[in-house]
């Protein structure tokens, strides 16, 4: 079946402006995780959400992120005032149960902020 | 919360050889440790992993370690193959989701 998906692949921000990163995770999918992934660095965990609950935001850098998904499904990761710093590879994850066990991931969006 | 130490950063070895990662972690309440291969420029991919019941997996050529007093983890890979080079990383997981700072593989031919 289909694995998951993101778009776009590729953003390229000016500092100062707002982004959406899309995630659509495997179907029947429970748990969704955003993860930040600097160069040359290991994945760094942003959030996690059950169906549309979002149980855990301990990882979201600063008030700028935020991260929805409100029908349980597909789920938006929203960067607002983007600076320099923000300039990573933002990968999303799902797994089918409940718990944070065997995550599979999606391409990534890599994002540029200029 | 919890903290991964990967090592080594780099390792080269010749096709055929065994290679070996190893992690450490610092939860003693984690209970779930994966390890990803990741291609250049591709997402990160489930290979294999481990819970906190066992000590052991294996699957063909890769099997997993898990050491819990000691607190490590290790990835062990034989025969290795060209197509082996890649970035791999592991991750201890409770509550909290760490990922170690990755490995850079070589397999040469």
């Known amino acids: 079946g289909a694995g998951v998906s993101q778009s776009p692949r590729y953003k390229v921000a000016k500092r100062g402006q707002d982004v959406a990163l899309r995630c659509d995770p495997i179907s029947g999918h429970v748990s969704l995780f955003w993860y930040q992934q600097a160069l040359g660095q290991g994945p760094e965990f942003l959030t996690y959400?059950?169906?549309?609950?979002?149980?855990?935001k301990s990882g979201l850098p600063s008030d700028r992120f935020f991260a929805e998904r409100p029908e349980g499904s597909v789920s938006t990761l929203k960067i607002q005032r983007t600076q320099q710093e923000d300039s990573a590879v933002y990968l999303c994850?799902?797994?089918?149960?409940?718990?944070?066990?065997?995550?599979?991931f999606g391409p990534g969006t890599r994002l540029t902020v200029t | 919360g919890e903290n991964v130490e990967q090592h080594p950063s780099t390792l080269s070895v010749q096709e055929g050889d065994s290679a070996v990662i190893k992690c450490t972690y610092s939860d003693s309440a984690s209970n779930y440790f994966p390890w990803y291969k990741q291609e250049l420029g591709k997402r990160p991919q489930l290979i294999i992993d481990?819970?906190?019941?066992?000590g052991e997996k294996k699957d063909q050529r890769i099997a997993v370690t898990l050491n819990k007093t000691a607190k490590h983890f290790s990835l062990h890979i034989t025969e290795t193959q060209p197509e082996d080079s890649a970035v791999y990383f592991c991750?201890?997981?409770?509550?909290?989701?760490?990922f170690g700072a990755g490995t850079r593989l070589t397999v040469k031919p």
């Open positions: 481990i819970r906190s019941n066992v």
């Open positions: 991750a201890a997981i409770n509550n909290d989701m760490r």
């Open positions: 994850a799902s797994s089918s149960g409940q718990g944070i066990y065997e995550q599979y």
């Open positions: 959400f059950q169906n549309e609950a979002q149980l855990d």
